[in-house]
């Protein structure tokens, strides 16, 4: 019985979510098969990897030991894998890649429909989240690149910036604001707006940018995710603020996209890599394909929301 790369991707993703389950999810597996790969690496490494309780899982001292030599050997064997897939040139590998939510759930369908046309042998595996985890996973090499908002000041990670997603008030047709062309940042305070907050870069820059501008923040609801905002302004329970974006996905002809002026603001997007890593073949063209693509697949988008 030996340890296998399979059951080190295992060991890393239960350390990084801290869950069984959501695990197996991002590793298409289900929750008894991660389980007997733990256990069987922790009965050939005759201690416990994790310490856990009903609410709670952590990384034993043990774990904590072997958590970032587990690291190093799967980006060793990533890279080899690439390596040897695309020394034919067929572009036959896994390009691992991250983005942030507002671009998987609107462009990146279209995108990487698109190249899987131009190469069918390619695959792909995606972790998506907020610009924070796609700056951590690009930090950390877990992935080759990401599509990202623009690092902190001080970062050392590279920035190619595609696009700016403008900032915009998503209304349902019950609301009072439905019938306005255009917005400020003053009128959007005199009423409750539901906003992304938490670790989101996106709610950060907003309220920066507000203070800077001497605005004062939107009163309402703050949560964590998109799929809840989208789901309360599709029921008309409340107008959000969202980026242009993410506007896009909400359903029906009940929803209008309202710009907000004084000031305009926008979320940087663009291409988030590691300093001096060499992209594999696979994941060079991608990024050449997502360098194209986006600007126009984002123009379509506003033009859509505003005459929409």
């Given at each position: 019985?030996?340890?296998?790369?399979?059951?080190?991707?295992a060991?890393l993703e239960?350390?990084r979510?801290?869950?069984?389950?959501l695990?197996?999810?991002k590793?298409?597996v289900?929750?008894?098969?991660?389980?007997r790969?733990?256990?069987?690496?922790?009965?050939?490494?005759?201690?416990?990897?994790?310490?856990?309780?009903?609410?709670m899982?952590?990384?034993s001292?043990?774990?904590?030991?072997?958590?970032?030599?587990?690291?190093?050997l799967?980006?060793?064997?990533?890279a080899?894998?690439?390596?040897?897939?695309?020394?034919?040139?067929?572009?036959s590998?896994?390009?691992?890649?991250?983005s942030?939510?507002?671009v998987?759930g609107s462009v990146?369908?279209q995108?990487l429909a698109?190249?899987?046309?131009?190469?069918?042998?390619?695959?792909?595996d995606?972790?998506?989240?907020h610009?924070?985890i796609?700056?951590?996973?690009?930090?950390?090499?877990?992935?080759?690149?990401g599509?990202?908002t623009?690092?902190?000041?001080g970062?050392?990670?590279?920035?190619?910036h595609?696009?700016?997603?403008p900032?915009?008030?998503?209304?349902?047709?019950?609301?009072p604001?439905f019938?306005?062309?255009?917005?400020?940042?003053?009128?959007v305070?005199?009423h409750?707006?539901?906003?992304?907050?938490?670790e989101?870069?996106?709610?950060?820059?907003?309220?920066?940018?507000?203070r800077?501008?001497?605005?004062?923040?939107?009163?309402?609801i703050?949560?964590?995710?998109?799929s809840?905002?989208?789901?309360?302004?599709?029921?008309?329970?409340?107008?959000?603020?969202?980026?242009?974006?993410i506007?896009?996905?909400c359903?029906?002809?009940?929803?209008?996209?309202?710009?907000?002026?004084d000031p305009?603001?926008?979320?940087?997007?663009?291409i988030?890599?590691?300093p001096?890593?060499?992209?594999?073949?696979?994941?060079?063209?991608?990024?050449?394909h997502?360098?194209?693509?986006?600007?126009?697949?984002?123009?379509?988008?506003l033009?859509?929301?505003?005459?929409?």
């Amino acid at each position: 019985m030996t340890i296998s790369i399979d059951d080190l991707r295992a060991f890393l993703e239960i350390a990084r979510t801290r869950s069984f389950s959501l695990a197996a999810d991002k590793l298409l597996v289900t929750s008894p098969a991660i389980t007997r790969r733990i256990k069987k690496m922790e009965e050939l490494i005759g201690e416990p990897l994790f310490e856990r309780t009903t609410h709670m899982v952590r990384l034993s001292p043990a774990g904590e030991e072997l958590f970032p030599r587990a690291e190093q050997l799967l980006r060793e064997f990533d890279a080899f894998e690439t390596v040897a897939m695309t020394m034919s040139g067929n572009r036959s590998t896994t390009i691992r890649f991250a983005s942030v939510t507002s671009v998987a759930g609107s462009v990146l369908p279209q995108m990487l429909a698109d190249f899987h046309d131009r190469f069918p042998a390619c695959r792909f595996d995606l972790q998506d989240g907020h610009g924070t985890i796609v700056h951590r996973l690009v930090e950390e090499q877990v992935v080759e690149f990401g599509i990202g908002t623009r690092p902190a000041p001080g970062s050392n990670l590279n920035f190619d910036h595609l696009i700016d997603d403008p900032i915009v008030a998503a209304v349902p047709r019950s609301d009072p604001l439905f019938a306005a062309q255009a917005l400020d940042w003053t009128e959007v305070a005199q009423h409750d707006f539901m906003i992304l907050k938490g670790e989101s870069s996106f709610f950060g820059h907003v309220e920066l940018e507000l203070r800077h501008a001497g605005k004062p923040m939107p009163p309402g609801i703050r949560v964590r995710d998109v799929s809840t905002l989208l789901g309360f302004v599709e029921q008309g329970a409340s107008p959000i603020i969202v980026t242009g974006l993410i506007a896009s996905r909400c359903r029906g002809p009940g929803v209008k996209a309202i710009a907000i002026a004084d000031p305009v603001l926008y979320n940087a997007l663009g291409i988030v890599t590691y300093p001096n890593r060499q992209l594999s073949t696979a994941a060079a063209d991608l990024v050449a394909h997502i360098r194209e693509a986006l600007p126009r697949l984002h123009n379509d988008i506003l033009d859509r929301i505003q005459t929409g």
